[in-house]
């Protein structure tokens, strides 16, 4: 199967709200619950850096939460760029994870990719499990820096 075809089957239905400048705190522990497990998995937890580093990189008016059954279960920021799409944030909060929502929120994601031509760049934190979600919905690595791992996803004819 290649990474145009879809695997999902009753994927949850989501919808994605504009998120705003009274978001930002709700963003900042939604990123800081979803990124503990991986940071502390290579050592680097600490809750000041990534508070900052999410407040220092964050354009709002690309970032959308995740609304699943009218709850935020998590956002992600999403922006074009000259040839590409680029993907800076997917998070989903621990609780709602494993039940399709990212998989859903990247598949709206390819739609709007797909029908612009445009490919997609993400990057994911070195051992965090979403190298593995990249790749499964069908991301080629195309590098690695001292702690992420580079993927994009070419764009699907329509």
């Not at 809750?47 to 959308?64: I, M, N, Q, S, Y």
């Not at 074009?80 to 621990?94: K, N």
Request: aromatic fraction near 8%; charge should be neutral; proline fraction near 3%.
């Amino acid at each position: 199967m290649d990474h145009c075809q879809t695997r999902m089957l009753e994927a949850p239905t989501i919808r994605f709200d504009s998120a705003t400048e009274a978001d930002l705190e709700d963003l900042v522990a939604l990123r800081i619950a979803a990124m503990r497990p991986s940071l502390e998995r290579i050592g680097r937890f600490d809750p000041v850096r990534a508070r900052e580093r999410l407040l220092h990189g964050l354009l709002l008016k690309f970032t959308r939460h995740i609304v699943w059954r009218g709850e935020r279960v998590g956002f992600l920021a999403f922006k074009r760029a000259d040839a590409a799409f680029e993907l800076d944030h997917l998070y989903i909060r621990p609780g709602s994870q494993g039940l399709g929502i990212g998989s859903a929120a990247l598949a709206e994601l390819f739609r709007e990719a797909d029908a612009a031509g445009l490919p997609i760049q993400v990057s994911a934190l070195r051992d965090s499990d979403s190298n593995r979600f990249y790749l499964r919905h069908g991301f080629v690595r195309v590098g690695t820096s001292e702690w992420d791992v580079h993927y994009v996803r070419a764009h699907c004819t329509l």
